[in-house]
């Protein structure tokens, strides 16, 4: 009985260790190097240096509308940087259990987004251009689209309960 509990505790605090541990790591902001001279700037970036995996497909989003929001999940595998390289955007990111907002208005800046967490993209300018460099090809089967089913896949896979 007393060791139940002894082990109760272990992971309880585990578990507690374990979400910081993710907090910590929810917003995971890149800065990239600029190269500038009397002629502007120039960033260059490049698979497994600035960016943290092989780059199989670019993507970018642009043309906007007022008050619109994107994307609205989560990916199974697919690891993404999200670059901001014209005006601006705020994404929203969420790991089932924390949730914290990015504003990306600086082009020489990424935002790492790793698989398994819920985004969200709102607050676009007007001239907002949003490159995003991706691990993987397009796979729809990859997307969660359902907040339930991602918080319940989170929970079963990280935390072992639903
Ligand atoms: C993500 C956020 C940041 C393709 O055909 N190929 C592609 O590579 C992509 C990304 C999209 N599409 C098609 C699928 C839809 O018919 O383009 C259309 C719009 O895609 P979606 O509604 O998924 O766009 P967002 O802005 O909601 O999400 C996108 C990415 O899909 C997603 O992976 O993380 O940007």
Known sequence: MRVNRFYRQVWQINREVTKLRDKDALVKKYKFLPHGDSRGMLVAIEENR???????????????????????????QLQQMLICVHGSCKVVLDDGYNRETVLLNDPSEGLYIANDIWREMYDFSTDAVLLVLASELYDEADYIRNYDDFRKMISEKYYGEY
């Open 50 to 76: 600035e960016i943290p995996f092989d780059i199989k497909r670019v993507y970018y989003i642009y043309n906007t509308n007022d008050n619109i929001a994107r994307g609205f999940h989560a990916h199974r």
